[in-house]
């Protein structure tokens, strides 16, 4: 949480601000549903920010001043033995592309 990264051009940057839902199946089940797991970004770019919200669904992608930020995966996955809970420090996400 609160990590954030620019484009190599210092263009844009993104930042993780929270994970608003994880309800993916966990690693190590099978499941009828897959689930979703749904978090908010801020996108900067040039002084200007706008919070998105990115969904491992349907809602992957936002635009945002000429750029398109996709969620393309968010780690960790929760298991049968370890859970973890929106607030806690271990989640990050990762693999975000611009």
Known sequence: FGQQKTTKTGGVTVK??????????????????????????????????SEVGLNTMDKKSA????????????????SRTSKYSPSAEQVRYRAVTI
């Open 16 to 49: 993780f601000l929270e994970l608003i839902e994880d309800s993916r199946c966990p690693v190590d089940v099978n499941c009828v549903w897959a689930g979703v797991a749904r978090i908010k970004a801020a996108i900067t770019r040039g002084g200007k920010t």
């Open 63 to 78: 635009d945002f001043q000429g750029y398109t930020v996709t969620l393309t995966d968010l780690q960790p996955r929760q």
